[in-house]
């Protein structure tokens, strides 16, 4: 199969993947907070993942490259597994308080959190293209070095923090202020994710902790 067309493959059973862990709970389609937040992220994850097979097919593959079952260390299969879960109990909890009407949210609210999850998916990819080592799995690979230009000149894992702006906006953007509960827990899991890198980093990738005494913050700046 053409390498182009794997990557809209995956993009669609990404999007088909949500699309079920939103409507099936919300029991209707006319929930329309759940279309928009699925155009977004299908445009978000589309067109940048496009581009980079088109430039740097190495660095899409790192970035497709994910989940529990491809993480190396015990802890990060947890860390993998556990994020995954807050994420689809995220879009499951927003569908059924769009079912049941547990909370409302105002409409600019939505849209709000809908230009956040693409500002996180376009950060992700500004991180890719800055630093094409930068992978969903936790390894170091072989002649890798550490980047500390671009977004790395801010915070040591701006990947992530990529990651907590679409965290945050997904509740948001499904019209839930419920599922908002629901960011505690993968910002904890996060946390948990960063830490045990760092200590693989620190070992195996030569240079990283003088970068950490450079660079302090690790997923917001002035903030941690």
């Known amino acids: 199969m053409n390498a182009l067309v794997k990557v809209l493959v995956s993009?669609?059973?990404?999007?088909?993947?949500?699309?079920?862990?939103?409507?099936?709970?919300?029991?209707?389609?006319?929930?329309w907070q759940a279309w928009v937040f699925l155009t977004v992220f299908a445009l978000s994850a589309w067109v940048p993942s496009i581009y980079l097979q088109l430039t740097n097919p190495a660095a899409?593959?790192?970035?497709?490259?994910?989940?529990p079952t491809e993480e190396a260390r015990p802890a990060q299969k947890i860390i993998m597994a556990g994020l995954y879960f807050s994420l689809a109990a995220m879009c499951v909890t927003s569908a059924l308080d769009h079912r049941f009407g547990w909370s409302t949210m105002p409409p600019a609210l939505c849209v709000i959190g809908s230009a956040l999850v693409a500002i996180g998916l376009s950060l992700v990819v500004t991180v890719v293209t800055q630093n094409h080592y930068a992978s969903t799995t936790v390894r170091v690979e072989q002649g890798q070095s550490v980047v500390s230009t671009g977004l790395y000149r801010l915070v040591r894992h701006p990947m992530y923090t990529a990651n907590v702006v679409m965290l945050v906006g997904i509740p948001f953007a499904l019209g839930s202020y419920w599922a908002l509960v629901l960011v505690l827990p993968g910002l904890a899991v996060l946390a948990w994710r960063i830490r045990d890198e760092e200590k693989l980093l620190e070992v195996e990738l030569a240079g990283y902790r003088d970068y950490t005494a450079k660079v302090r913050y690790r997923l917001v700046p002035c903030v941690w």
């Open 11 to 31: 993009g669609l059973v990404q999007v088909l993947s949500i699309a079920v862990l939103l409507f099936v709970p919300a029991g209707t389609v006319d929930y």
């Open 60 to 67: 899409l593959q790192r970035r497709l490259r994910g989940g």
